[in-house]
């Protein structure tokens, strides 16, 4: 039986350190990946907030990361200073987060079960105002971002400290991927943050944007997809979340049948 991604090349532009997961089960069935950051992710120049935030963990309830890259760019440098309070518990936007917490010795993590972001996340129990009311929470993230997670909390009574312990930049040119819209060479794009788009979007002359149109975009969000369509994206395939959702919705994909209608 011929993989169902057979003959397609995918680009994929989650951040280094996070596309390799899905560059594989892309290859796995059947498609090639090429891989382009959307989002460059470095360390921080200044740890003097991180530090002074991290030595007051043990006032702290509950600590919150955004992603994996939060995992790896704090952990290491605070387990270095102090062990893990014992009682501290630990909140995850998604499952790969809670995984690298898992690395790290750090299990009974709260994390959504289906929909992975803040939204989902501050639907649980545990982030409820009955449960966080007056309780310390520091959220460990990149820099800038959504803050509604913060702005909710709050609202719910927790005392909410904010440190960045990465920073997230935009790749400063997309001469790889004009050249590949330029000589019809893709097939699809994966974009997993409205962030990521924007990037690309800002970096694209108008000859590669026109040709973008014309290209399939999965994405694992409805927020991602409505910023697609807002920039007059009209080919957007939701699949569902995640590495697994997207890799789901390309092999699901009827690419014959669309071609076909072009």
């Known amino acids: 039986m011929t993989p169902p991604l057979a003959g397609r090349r995918i680009l994929v532009t989650r951040p280094e350190a996070q596309a390799a997961d899905l560059a594989?089960?892309?290859?796995?069935?059947?498609?090639?990946?090429?891989?382009?950051?959307?989002?460059?992710?470095?360390?921080?120049?200044?740890?003097?907030?991180?530090?002074?935030?991290t030595a007051r963990l043990h006032t702290v309830q509950l600590v919150v990361f955004i992603s994996p890259n939060a995992v790896d760019f704090s952990l290491p440098r605070l387990l270095a200073a102090r062990p893990w309070p014992?009682?501290?518990?630990?909140?995850?936007?998604?499952?790969?987060?809670?995984r690298?917490?898992?690395?790290?010795?750090?299990?009974?993590?709260?994390?959504?079960?289906?929909?992975?972001?803040?939204?989902?996340?501050?639907?649980?129990?545990?982030?409820?105002?009955?449960?966080?009311?007056g309780k310390r929470v520091l959220i460990l993230r990149g820099n800038g971002g959504r803050e509604l997670l913060a702005e909710?909390?709050?609202?719910?009574?927790?005392?909410?400290?904010?440190?960045?312990?990465?920073?997230?930049?935009?790749?400063?040119?997309?001469?790889?991927?004009?050249?590949l819209l330029r000589d019809g060479a893709l097939d699809a794009l994966t974009i997993s943050s409205s962030e990521g788009l924007r990037n690309l979007l800002e970096l694209l002359d108008t000859d590669s944007l026109d040709r973008l149109r014309g290209l399939q975009l999965f994405v694992p969000h409805q927020r991602i997809a409505e910023e697609a369509e807002r920039f007059g994206l009209p080919r957007v395939v939701l699949t569902g979340a995640a590495?697994?959702?997207?890799?789901?919705?390309l092999c699901n994909y009827r690419w014959l049948e669309h071609e076909r209608k072009r």
Do not use: K, M, N
Request: charged share 20%; hydrophobic share 50%.
């Open 24 to 53: 594989a089960q892309i290859a796995a069935h059947g498609g090639e990946a090429v891989c382009f950051p959307l989002i460059d992710i470095s360390p921080i120049d200044d740890w003097s907030a991180f530090d002074a935030a």
């Open 100 to 133: 690298r917490l898992a690395d790290f010795g750090i299990s009974g993590v709260i994390v959504p079960a289906a929909r992975f972001d803040s939204e989902a996340l501050l639907e649980l129990s545990p982030l409820q105002a009955t449960a966080v009311a």
């Open 86 to 98: 014992r009682a501290l518990q630990a909140a995850a936007i998604g499952p790969g987060t809670a």
């Open 152 to 179: 909710t909390l709050r609202a719910r009574g927790a005392v909410v400290d904010c440190v960045t312990c990465y920073r997230r930049t935009a790749p400063r040119d997309a001469a790889p991927v004009v050249s």
């Open 243 to 249: 590495d697994a959702g997207l890799v789901e919705g």
